[in-house]
């Protein structure tokens, strides 16, 4: 008897530690918005047992009371409280890259699992300074349809400012089901005063990986995004390119805002034929190595990696390890600088809690955290090449390759 | 060379009062400690927000806050999804400070205390204070303060409120002082040091005008004003000028005493608080200065109690007043001292003017509109006052 109830414990146990397994995947699953680099949760959130507050803790419900009993005005719910002392628990603490999702955005980032979502099209991110900044529409996508420009500020969506939030707040609000419209307040260099772009939202499948053969048998090959399908689709990408014998390979990281941890060691395992492709730092000292893995597809090929302001997180991991390994050179302009590894946690009301858990540097022990990647050559894209449609950074790297220097 | 010296001691003083993280609030309610345990129905709510704090605990990379500094962000988080910027908590020793000043006077050694670029605390004695009968000089450096070591890295107010402490009690200072080897050691008695609030004097244009100016509304303000106003009647003021530009407000009941000594009767103001009838303040009588003819000054930096005076003045035809659009706080707060003294300034009511004028977000309107602009105040020109002056002279 006791026997079999401790086997039916056992499957429990392990459907909960699946069901969270799936929600943290999608989490970290940003499709063409998404920053940071994750991990896969290793445990479900610990219950707190009632009573056992800090001693410190006690001067909270005295002020919470005092608000519920003598504020004029309209009083939060419980909820609305409860996420908002969770969050000034967060800016007390003040990094940047652990943040807290209420179970309604939460809910939003479970369809990227799917590899695609309901929005407007465009690669976001977060400056040091609050703002979100557009760091490129989605070619054909509703966004770039609409007018967005590459480094627009958008200072409210519908009327919600965003200033301050962070990314993944003001991306779920930016997303909604297709055929809805969403009211972005702009604000561009050049333009005087902020103005309004109203964009109908579309279903965007999203292709990480972007390939082709260019003149002079160069091979170029671009990934936006370190989701779960980037190994797969890099590596067919790969293999077609490296069966017409290039003399070069351009791999473009530019604007790739990260994703999963695991998939940059996949990823720079591609390029790298042995060492290392990051140290990690975690909590008390522990350091841990991740080695190349061994069995890429262009380890030998000349390679140039391009590389700008929006290359974050597991995008400066592969470019990092590339430049210090000495396998190629980058090309471009300075990276974003995150170097900080965060651990998804879903919480029993279904929010996410995402917290800092390490802090990852190059082979060679390199900060890059504010820092960012310098590129060996240092090539600038101005409005006026993107709006002539021109890429010197990608001349730049074809010259490269062409004359080795 | 005195009266130099005084002005800018005034100036100093004005500084200090400003940067001791004063909050235009009314009124101190000392918060008995109830039962503060979280209903049941709060604590099943609040159960996520101990699972993120044991997971930060547990799992986040660097270091932590002290508990005490995360239950402060905490409260600090809860107030803004109240959407009030005059709901604030305020830690323990900036509260100290903010006490000190409404009181209008703390225990202390009667100097300036100022951060150098370095990080050093410098001192600098006021006139027959104990800093400076005790033989403290200008320049003076405090390394401790009784046994407490002074580093670069500490904030000034946490100095400040070493150095300060009961009236009666000693502080020693250690100094380090130019031309010395070894430090000095003081041995200071603390005696009550004021910080006033109203400055009057007779202007020299126009005949029998009286002007004072109150910074801000204090626990002794009233009591200062009283001594101007009889002083000045004294030297002959038959008219007086009430400048109440840049006072961001104080106490609610020294505001009423203040407009109480220019009104004869009526309302000061209306309150409602949640779930409550309106309540009337009405002016208590007695006042010194309930007949003499009054104008008001007035700016974008009159707020709070001082938007109550003037509106009172205002709404009862008793004074007219110049300058610029007032700020427009038309909110009151409890100040509520927690058990850590810490505390939290709440918004329990919202407040009218006698004829029932909303001063959130509209202000008062002066009834004659005067400018001050930048290069008015670079060349010295006042010429708000200038038209106060004129007003009493033209009679319109």
Known sequence: MDSTVKVVQGLCKIFVMMVLAIVVVSAAFLSGFGAGLSLAPTRPAPVAAVGEEPPEFAVFWEAWHLIENEFYGELPTMQEATYGAIRGVLMAIGDDGTSFIDPEHAAIMREDITGGFEGIGAVVNMLPNGRLIIVEPLPGRPAAQAGIQQGDLVLKVDDTPIQNMTLIEAISLIRGPAGTTVRLTILRKGVKEPFEVTIVRERIEIEVVESRMLDDDIAYVRLTEFNARATQELKEALRELMAQEPRGLIFDMRSNPGGFLQTSVEVASQFLDGGLVLTEKGKGGLQREYPVEGGGLATEVPLVVLINMGSASASEIVAGAIQDSGRGILVGERTFGKASVQLPHTLSDGSELRVTIARWFTPKGHEIQGIGIIPDIEVEMTLEDLEAGHDPQLERAVEYLLTGK | ?396
Do not use: C
């Open chain 2, 1 to 396: 060379m005195r009266t130099l010296v005084k002005i800018s001691i005034a100036v100093a003083l004005a500084f200090s009062v400003m940067t001791a993280s004063y909050a235009a609030g009314y009124g101190t309610h000392w918060w008995l400690n109830k039962d503060n345990n979280p209903t049941t129905e709060e604590g099943d709510q609040f159960t996520v927000f101990w699972e993120a704090w044991h997971i930060l605990e547990k799992d986040f990379y660097g270091q932590l806050p002290t508990a005490q500094q995360m239950t402060y962000g905490a409260i600090r988080g809860v107030l803004t999804t109240l959407d009030d910027p005059y709901t604030t908590f305020v830690e323990p020793k900036p509260r100290q400070l903010e006490k000190d000043d409404l009181r209008g006077s703390f225990g202390g050694i009667g100097a300036w205390v100022s951060k150098r670029e370095d990080g050093a605390i410098v001192l600098k004695p006021m006139e027959d204070k104990p800093a400076q009968r005790a033989g403290i000089v200008e320049g003076d450096v405090v390394i401790k303060v009784d046994d407490q070591e002074i580093t670069p890295d500490m904030p000034l107010e946490d100095v400040i409120l070493l150095i300060r402490g009961p009236v009666g009690t000693v502080v020693k200072l250690t100094i380090s002082r130019a031309g010395y080897l070894e430090p000095l050691v003081f041995e200071i008695t603390r005696e009550k040091v004021d910080t006033p609030t109203v400055t009057w004097r007779l202007l020299e244009e126009g005949q029998g005008l009286g002007y004072i100016s109150i910074s801000l509304f204090t626990e002794r303000t009233n009591e200062e004003l009283e001594t101007a106003l009889k002083e000045l009647k004294a030297q002959g003021a038959t008219r007086m000028i009430l400048d109440l530009r840049n006072n961001s407000g104080g106490l609610l009941q020294t505001a009423i005493d203040v407009a109480s000594q220019f009104l004869s009767d009526g309302v000061v103001l209306y309150e409602q608080r949640r779930d409550q009838e309106e309540k009337s303040y009405p002016v208590q009588g007695g006042g010194e200065a309930t007949d003499i003819p009054l104008v008001v000054l007035v700016n974008a930096g009159t707020a709070s109690a001082s938007e109550i005076v003037a509106g009172a003045i205002q709404d009862s035809d008793r004074g007219v007043l110049i300058g610029e659009n007032t700020f427009g706080k038309g909110s009151v707060q409890l100040v509520y001292d927690l058990s850590d003294q810490s505390s939290l300034h709440v918004t329990v009511a919202q407040w009218f003017t006698p004829n029932r004028h909303e001063i959130t977000g509209n202000g008062l309107t002066p009834n004659i509109v005067v400018p001050l602009t930048e290069e008015d105040r670079a060349q010295g020109k006042d010429p708000q006052l200038d038209r106060a002056i004129a007003y009493f002279n033209t009679n319109r």
